[in-house]
DNA sequence: TTACACATATGTAAATATCATATAGTATAA
DNA sequence: TTATACTATATGATATTTACATATGTGTAA
């Protein structure tokens, strides 16, 4: 049982992708440098992705362990300064297997559904 | 690194689905009842998934445990007795909620592909 | 000077997945 | 009759990932 809102699932993001946001951190940093704070906004307006911050911060930092990344302070006169993040040539290889890797998934969750239309056809998806 | 392929990845499922095997599980219980040694055929035949025997058993308990499933021995002549699952009228229910959840990771994954190709035109997925 | 938005970070626990191993019944070939 | 393989279910230990809570500090505006 969920805790959060209390339905049968017992994890509250049942059928969620393992570690999504990394190629959607990669895909947006690909675009343009930025830093956690930002992204955090960007992956729920662009990603759809509500991700924890706490969460957000470790995985940014265990993206540069992994050489996909790299980071430097960048000064903020209007705040805290920021830990600016740049894609590497090697994170934007990690993106396209990753997308790849997802391009099998969907097809699994299709194959999925189609048995699914098949033994309930009056259902909707 | 994954330590079974030696790849990039930190496990070697990258961008798969959380309890999958779930879903799949219910889905061909509804066409038959069946058990968990045949399940684990039939997942990597019909729904491309490859279960791990442990998780496949402990998986199909857990099932019970939240009332899914039920199970009872049935008599094998030639070889161990089977514990045979069927699925209850709560199993489908959650097999109906599982599919439109999967429906809204699918738009996810969807939206990911597109803004790829935007910013890789010349990439294949 | 208090409150709030911005910004990064860690501690801890829970849920899941992976890998290895245990146990036992039946069949069959040497 | 022994060894081997296949069928069948199950658990122990560990690793990985996610979730939730909390700490800490900067700048701005009321």
Redesign the interface.
């Known amino acids: 049982m969920c805790k959060t809102c209390g ?5 509250r ?8 946001v990394e ?2 951190i990669l ?1 947006l940093l ?2 343009n440098p930025s830093h956690g704070y930002s992204l955090m906004d960007d992956l729920e307006k ?4 509500k991700v924890d911050v706490g969460n957000l911060y470790r995985t940014l930092r265990r993206m540069e362990m ?1 050489g996909w990344v790299e980071s430097d302070w960048s000064k903020n006169e209007s705040g805290p300064d920021r830990r600016t993040y740049t894609v590497t040539e ?1 994170g934007l290889e ?20 189609d ?2 239309k098949e ?2 056809p009056s ?3």
């Open positions: 339905c049968s699932f017992r994890s993001n049942f059928g969620g992708i393992e570690r999504f190629p959607c895909l690909s675009k662009h990603c759809g992705e992994d090697d990690f993106l396209k297997s990753a997308v790849s890797s997802l391009s099998r998934t969907d097809k699994t969750i299709h194959r999925l559904f048995r699914f033994t309930f259902e909707q998806l």
